[in-house]
């Protein structure tokens, strides 16, 4: 079965932790994140901007994230996505549309997909 590139995309557990905003190193542990699936999530405080965002390397329960899987049911839906969207880009293709409008509309679908795989 051919799977969306980004299904099981390697977080690079090696490299070190930075903030998403400013790339700095520096940041304190503010509590979990609780998912649906009962899982937590640790939550971090960036010391330099105070960005609060997600260690999205290790889960409470040191399950590496990029470990997830998911159900046959869910990847057969995101396979289908991935092909709907690669659809959408032939129809823009086709219609004209400059190449970084096209980048720009598969970086949202592909986001819309990953925030809504879930909920399939």
């Not at 390697?10 to 609780?34: M, Q, V, Y």
Request: with cysteine; hydrophobic share 35%; glycine share 6%.
């Amino acid at each position: 079965m051919i799977q969306p590139e980004w299904i099981g995309e390697n977080l690079a557990l090696d490299a070190p932790l930075r903030c998403p905003r400013c790339g700095s190193e520096i940041f304190t542990k503010d509590g979990w994140r609780h998912l649906n699936d009962g899982r937590d999530l640790q939550r971090l405080v960036c010391r330099k901007c105070k960005r609060r965002f997600s260690d999205l390397s290790y889960l409470k329960d040191g399950t590496p994230s990029s470990s997830v899987t998911v159900s046959p049911e869910i990847a057969q839906k995101l396979v289908e996505a991935e092909s709907a969207i690669a659809k959408y880009v032939a129809w823009l293709s086709k219609q004209g549309y400059a190449e970084a409008t096209i980048e720009d509309r598969i970086k949202i679908m592909r986001r819309l997909v990953r925030l809504g795989w879930r909920h399939l």
